[in-house]
C-alpha cells in the first residue's frame, strides 16, 4: 500500500504486510493522493497569490516590462508591417511562462528547504507525489494569469490580433504546456542549486534567467540578437518557446524571422528534450532537506 | 511486537559523518506513555539520533524499531502514527494558523479536530491571524499543533522551548503534561535540566555520540543515594561535612548545640551538578 516498502524484498514486504494489517484492524485507511494534490494546490495557490513578493516579483513583471519596452519603441517600426510592441508582447508571453514556471519555482523550493517545509511535509504520512502535484496546479494557475494578463495588455495597447482558428490555438496549447513542464522541472532542479537561499538564492536562479530572456526575444526582438548569441539561446528551451508564441500571435512578422520560420517540429523536440532532461535532474538531485543540515 | 510494551527500542546504534562518530553505540527503550527526555550538550548526538528514529537519517548500524517498525522501511502508514515537532521549523508565512492545521489534518486518516488542536496548544485567539505574525512562542506552539493534528501515538519533540520566555515555557510544560496524561509517548530532546526535571519520567544524558547516564530525574547518576554535605557554624566559622548518613550527623550536632544548629544546610548534588559532572564540565 506504499510504494517505499513495495521495493524492499519479499520477505519484508509481507512482514510489514502483517504488521500493518494486525495495527490497521482499527485504523482508518489513509486518505487519497489525490485529495491530499487538491488541498497541496489549493494551499500553494493561497500562499502565492498572498506573498507580496511573487505577485510583484514573478507575476507583475513581464506585465510592467511589456508596458514599459512598448512604450519605449511605441514608434519604432521594423518594417513588413510589424510593431516592435507586437513582437514584444509574444516574447513577454514566453518569459512570462517562464517567470511563473522556472523562476517561481527555482526560488520558493529553495526556500521551503531552507525553511525546513520540505523536511517538515516529508515527516507526515503527505505522499511526495502530492507535494509535486500541488505545485503543478499552482505553476499552471499562474502562468494562466500571467498570460492572460499580457495577451490582454497587447489587445488593449497595441491591436494585439488574437489568433482565430483552433489549429494556431492548438499551437498555442502545446507551446504552453511543454514550456510550463520543461521550466518547472528546470525550476525545481535549479531550486538545489543555491548554498543559501536567504543569501544569494534570488540572484543564482535568476542570473541565468535574465540572460536567456536577452538572447531569445524576450527583452530585445530575436531579429536583433547577432547570430551567435540566437545559436547559444537555441540551445534552450525559452527561444523555443517564444518562437512558438510568435507563430501564435504575430504570423505576419515571418519575414523578420532569422533562418528558418517556426519550426514547430524543431520546438516540440527542443522542448521534449528539456523535460527528460528537467525530469532526469530532479530525480537525481531532489533533496527534502540541505545537505549541510545535520 | 508491542509484546514488550516498548514504543522505541534501540540496539547498538552507530552513525559517523565522515569518520566524526555523532552516535557511537546507542541502546534505549522508551515504554508506551513514556514522557522520555535525551539531556546533553550542542554536538552530542541528540538531534543525529532523533533523526534516525523520525525516519530522516540513515544509520551506519544497530537495530532500530519505532512503533514496532524500522524507521528506514517506515511508508505513510507508520508516518500517521507518530508526529514531529522540529527545531526551528518556519514556513507558509502568508497562511493563517487555522488554515495549516486544517491543511496538515488533512494528510491523516483520523486526525484530531484542528479547532481542537489550536485550543490544546493556547492558539485559539490567533486562529485567524497569518503566521507571519505570530510571535516566536506562538510560532512553536504552532509547530506542537502541526505534530499533533494527526493524533499521534508517539511524538518527538525537538527542543521545543528554545527561545520561549518563562511564562510560556510553563504554558507548553502544561500541553506536555495533558498529553502525556492522555496516553501519548513523548520523545523530548533538550539541554534545559529544569525541563527535563518538570517533564520527564526518565532521563538519558548523552555525551560525544554514548549514553553516560540514565534514569529517572530524581536519582540520575545515583543522586538519590549520593553523599550528602551537611554544613553549619560555629566559633571558627562555617564549616561542612560530607556524609553517607546525614541524619546521624544532624542529630549528634543538635546534641552537641542542645537545640538549634546555626546555620544548617543539608544538600544532595543537584540534577544540575550531576548533569555537569557527566558531560565533564563542557559548559
Given at each position: 500500500?506504499?510504494?517505499?516498502?513495495?521495493?524492499?524484498?519479499?520477505?519484508?514486504?509481507?512482514?510489514?504486510?502483517?504488521?500493518?494489517?494486525?495495527?490497521?484492524?482499527?485504523?482508518?485507511?489513509?486518505p487519497?493522493?489525490?485529495?491530499?494534490?487538491?488541498a497541496?494546490?489549493?494551499?500553494?495557490?493561497?500562499?502565492?497569490?498572498?506573498?507580496?513578493?511573487?505577485?510583484?516579483?514573478?507575476?507583475?513583471?513581464?506585465?510592467?516590462?511589456?508596458?514599459?519596452?512598448?512604450?519605449?519603441?511605441?514608434?519604432?517600426?521594423?518594417?513588413?508591417?510589424?510593431?516592435?510592441?507586437?513582437?514584444?508582447?509574444?516574447?513577454?508571453?514566453?518569459?512570462?511562462?517562464?517567470?511563473?514556471?522556472?523562476?517561481?519555482?527555482?526560488?520558493?523550493?529553495?526556500?521551503?528547504?531552507?525553511?525546513?517545509?520540505?523536511?517538515?511535509?516529508?515527516?507526515?504520512?503527505?505522499?511526495?507525489?502530492?507535494?509535486?502535484?500541488?505545485?503543478?496546479?499552482?505553476?499552471?494557475?499562474?502562468?494562466?494569469?500571467?498570460?492572460?494578463?499580457?495577451?490582454?495588455?497587447?489587445?488593449?495597447?497595441?491591436?494585439?490580433?488574437?489568433?482565430?482558428?483552433?489549429?494556431?490555438?492548438?499551437?498555442?496549447?502545446?507551446?504552453?504546456?511543454?514550456?510550463?513542464?520543461?521550466?518547472?522541472?528546470?525550476?525545481?532542479?535549479?531550486?538545489?542549486?543555491?548554498?543559501?537561499?536567504?543569501?544569494?538564492?534570488?540572484?543564482?536562479?535568476?542570473?541565468?534567467?535574465?540572460?536567456?530572456?536577452?538572447?531569445?526575444?524576450?527583452?530585445?526582438?530575436?531579429?536583433?540578437?547577432?547570430?551567435?548569441?540566437?545559436?547559444?539561446?537555441?540551445?534552450?528551451?525559452?527561444?523555443?518557446?517564444?518562437?512558438?508564441?510568435?507563430?501564435?500571435?504575430?504570423?505576419?512578422?515571418?519575414?523578420?524571422?532569422?533562418?528558418?520560420?517556426?519550426?514547430?517540429?524543431?520546438?516540440?523536440?527542443?522542448?521534449?528534450?528539456?523535460?527528460?532532461?528537467?525530469?532526469?535532474?530532479?530525480?537525481?538531485?531532489?533533496?527534502?532537506?540541505?545537505?549541510?543540515?545535520? | 511486537?508491542?509484546?514488550?510494551?516498548?514504543?522505541?527500542?534501540?540496539?547498538?546504534?552507530?552513525?559517523?559523518?565522515?569518520?566524526?562518530?555523532?552516535?557511537?553505540?546507542?541502546?534505549?527503550?522508551?515504554?508506551?506513555?513514556?514522557?522520555?527526555?535525551?539531556?546533553?550538550?550542542?554536538?552530542?548526538?541528540?538531534?543525529?539520533?532523533?533523526?534516525?528514529?523520525?525516519?530522516?537519517?540513515?544509520?551506519?548500524?544497530?537495530?532500530?524499531?519505532?512503533?514496532?517498525?524500522?524507521?528506514?522501511?517506515?511508508?505513510?502508514?507508520?508516518?500517521?502514527?507518530?508526529?514531529?515537532?522540529?527545531?526551528?521549523?518556519?514556513?507558509?508565512?502568508?497562511?493563517?494558523?487555522?488554515?495549516m492545521v486544517t491543511h496538515f489534518a488533512g494528510f491523516y486518516?483520523s486526525p484530531r479536530r484542528p479547532?481542537?488542536v489550536?485550543?490544546?496548544?493556547?492558539?485559539?485567539?490567533?486562529?485567524?491571524?497569518?503566521?507571519?505574525?505570530?510571535?516566536?512562542?506562538?510560532?512553536?506552539?504552532?509547530?506542537?499543533a502541526l505534530?499533533?493534528v494527526g493524533d499521534?501515538?508517539?511524538?518527538?519533540?525537538?527542543?521545543?522551548?528554545?527561545?520561549?520566555?518563562?511564562?510560556?515555557?510553563?504554558?507548553?510544560?502544561?500541553?506536555?503534561?495533558?498529553?502525556?496524561?492522555?496516553?501519548?509517548?513523548?520523545?523530548?530532546?533538550?539541554?534545559?535540566?529544569?525541563?527535563?526535571?518538570?517533564?520527564?519520567?526518565?532521563?538519558?544524558?548523552?555525551?560525544?555520540?554514548?549514553?553516560?547516564?540514565?534514569?529517572?530525574?530524581?536519582?540520575?547518576?545515583?543522586?538519590?543515594?549520593?553523599?550528602?554535605?551537611?554544613?553549619?557554624?560555629?566559633?571558627?566559622?562555617?564549616?561542612?561535612?560530607?556524609?553517607?548518613?546525614?541524619?546521624?550527623?544532624?542529630?549528634?550536632?543538635?546534641?552537641?548545640?542542645?537545640?538549634?544548629?546555626?546555620?544548617?544546610?543539608?544538600?544532595?548534588?543537584?540534577?544540575?551538578?550531576?548533569?555537569?559532572?557527566?558531560?565533564?564540565?563542557?559548559?
Amino acid at each position: 500500500m506504499n510504494p517505499a516498502t513495495s521495493t524492499s524484498i519479499a520477505t519484508t514486504t509481507s512482514v510489514n504486510a502483517t504488521e500493518s494489517s494486525a495495527v490497521s484492524g482499527s485504523r482508518a485507511p489513509l486518505p487519497a493522493v489525490w485529495r491530499i494534490a487538491l488541498a497541496r494546490g489549493r494551499v500553494e495557490l493561497k500562499a502565492f497569490f498572498r506573498e507580496r513578493q511573487s505577485v510583484v516579483f514573478i507575476l507583475a513583471m513581464p506585465a510592467v516590462m511589456l508596458i514599459l519596452l512598448g512604450a519605449i519603441f511605441a514608434n519604432e517600426q521594423t518594417g513588413h508591417g510589424v510593431s516592435v510592441g507586437d513582437l514584444y508582447v509574444a516574447g513577454l508571453i514566453g518569459g512570462g511562462v517562464m517567470a511563473t514556471s522556472y523562476q517561481n519555482l527555482g526560488i520558493s523550493i529553495a526556500f521551503e528547504r531552507e525553511r525546513f517545509t520540505l523536511k517538515r511535509l516529508r515527516g507526515t504520512p503527505m505522499p511526495p507525489a502530492a507535494y509535486f502535484a500541488g505545485k503543478i496546479i499552482q505553476v499552471i494557475v499562474a502562468a494562466i494569469a500571467e498570460t492572460a494578463v499580457l495577451m490582454l495588455i497587447g489587445v488593449l495597447f497595441y491591436h494585439l490580433g488574437l489568433p482565430r482558428s483552433l489549429a494556431v490555438w492548438w499551437t498555442f496549447t502545446w507551446v504552453f504546456l511543454l514550456g510550463v513542464a520543461a521550466c518547472s522541472l528546470l525550476g525545481i532542479a535549479a531550486s538545489s542549486v543555491p548554498r543559501s537561499a536567504a543569501r544569494n538564492g534570488v540572484a543564482v536562479i535568476t542570473l541565468p534567467f535574465v540572460v536567456l530572456q536577452f538572447i531569445s526575444g524576450v527583452y530585445v526582438p530575436f531579429f536583433l540578437v547577432p547570430s551567435w548569441l540566437q545559436d547559444i539561446a537555441a540551445l534552450f528551451p525559452l527561444e523555443w518557446m517564444c518562437r512558438g508564441m510568435r507563430q501564435v500571435f504575430v504570423p505576419h512578422a515571418v519575414a523578420l524571422e532569422p533562418g528558418q520560420p517556426w519550426q514547430p517540429g524543431q520546438t516540440a523536440l527542443v522542448l521534449s528534450v528539456w523535460v527528460v532532461a528537467g525530469l532526469i535532474l530532479c530525480l537525481t538531485t531532489f533533496r527534502w532537506q540541505n545537505k549541510r543540515d545535520r | 511486537m508491542n509484546a514488550t510494551g516498548l514504543a522505541v527500542s534501540v540496539q547498538g546504534l552507530r552513525k559517523s559523518y565522515g569518520g566524526v562518530k555523532a552516535v557511537n553505540g546507542i541502546d534505549l527503550g522508551i515504554a508506551r506513555g513514556e514522557v522520555f527526555a535525551l539531556l546533553g550538550p550542542n554536538g552530542a548526538g541528540k538531534t543525529t539520533t532523533v533523526e534516525i528514529l523520525e525516519g530522516y537519517r540513515d544509520r551506519d548500524d544497530g537495530e532500530v524499531s519505532v512503533l514496532g517498525t524500522d524507521p528506514r522501511r517506515g511508508g505513510a502508514a507508520w508516518r500517521a502514527r507518530i508526529g514531529i515537532v522540529l527545531q526551528l521549523a518556519s514556513d507558509a508565512p502568508e497562511l493563517t494558523v487555522a488554515e495549516m492545521v486544517t491543511h496538515f489534518a488533512g494528510f491523516y486518516p483520523s486526525p484530531r479536530r484542528p479547532a481542537e488542536v489550536i485550543d490544546l496548544v493556547g492558539l485559539t485567539d490567533k486562529a485567524r491571524s497569518r503566521i507571519h505574525s505570530l510571535s516566536g512562542g506562538q510560532q512553536r506552539r504552532l509547530d506542537v499543533a502541526l505534530g499533533l493534528v494527526g493524533d499521534p501515538e508517539l511524538l518527538f519533540l525537538d527542543e521545543p522551548t528554545t527561545g520561549f520566555d518563562p511564562a510560556a515555557r510553563r504554558a507548553f510544560w502544561e500541553v506536555v503534561h495533558a498529553l502525556s496524561g492522555s496516553g501519548v509517548t513523548v520523545l523530548l530532546t533538550t539541554h534545559y535540566l529544569d525541563e527535563a526535571a518538570a517533564l520527564a519520567d526518565r532521563v538519558a544524558v548523552i555525551r560525544d555520540g554514548v549514553i553516560v547516564a540514565a534514569g529517572s530525574p530524581a536519582d540520575l547518576g545515583g543522586r538519590a543515594v549520593a553523599e550528602a554535605v551537611v554544613s553549619w557554624q560555629d566559633d571558627d566559622g562555617t564549616r561542612s561535612e560530607r556524609t553517607a548518613e546525614p541524619t546521624r550527623l544532624v542529630a549528634s550536632l543538635a546534641a552537641s548545640f542542645g537545640g538549634e544548629i546555626p546555620g544548617l544546610t543539608v544538600s544532595r548534588p543537584s540534577l544540575e551538578d550531576v548533569y555537569l559532572d557527566l558531560i565533564g564540565g563542557q559548559r
